[in-house]
């Protein structure tokens, strides 16, 4: 993988906006309104095609449509699981399992912003860390935009369709107002691959920052 280039999404242009990442290849924005909101195609089918599978699909050694669609249902699935976390972002990633049997990977990241009480940003991220009580990993990080934790934990979701242990690693990066935390999140039944998952969710919230990063002409991005 080059980290070399990124894509800028138009959301990073817009006033309002508040927080900045970056993913490396192989993720995929998803809308997570239209996810979330269940919309279905004509015919009372639910519509798990359009651009995202069409771009999926021409991913270098993807396999063809057929595969792709099944997965974006267990997105969706996956998707709902997370929702109460007030998701604003939503990717799908698809990796070749190089290491292994040249499988498909799929793992989906999330960003989600949490309220919280005021206090200093490194007791809120620690704390956030230290109230996931199944965890398997715990970490402190210290990030160019501030301080943050990093939790791993294994589940085995009760969602129709889903019947693997998931692998979930989750970031918390609290703002600068420290009232409000970004929570990153990469979940994948890929368990095996816990530590280049983790350490993909750490390399992602080292991008993250609360200032606009990009250059700037006469006041417009």
Known sequence: MSSDAFAIDPSAQMPDADIWFAL?????????????AGESAPGGEEHVGGPSAERLAVLDGSPGREQIVPLLALV???????????????????????EG?????LSLFTLAWRETAWAPRSVTAARSAGA???AVHRETLDLPCG???????????????????????AAY???PDARRLAI?????????HSDHYRNLLRETARM?????????HDGEV
């Open 173 to 175: 990066v609290p703002y």
């Open 101 to 105: 049997d040249d499988s498909l990977l």
């Open 24 to 36: 490396p290849p192989g993720f995929i924005p998803l809308p997570v309104e239209r996810i979330l």
């Open 184 to 192: 990153l999140t990469l979940s994948t039944t890929a368990t095996h």
């Open 76 to 98: 969706r699935r996956l998707t709902y699981m997370l929702a109460w976390n007030r998701v604003i972002h939503c990717s799908v990633g698809v990796h070749r399992d190089d």
């Open 132 to 134: 996931v009580s199944d």
């Open 147 to 169: 301080p943050g934790s990093l939790v791993e934990t294994r589940v085995t979701p009760q969602i129709e369709g889903l019947t693997q242990e998931l692998l979930q690693v």
């Open 208 to 216: 993250v920052t609360f200032g606009n990063p990009l250059p700037t």
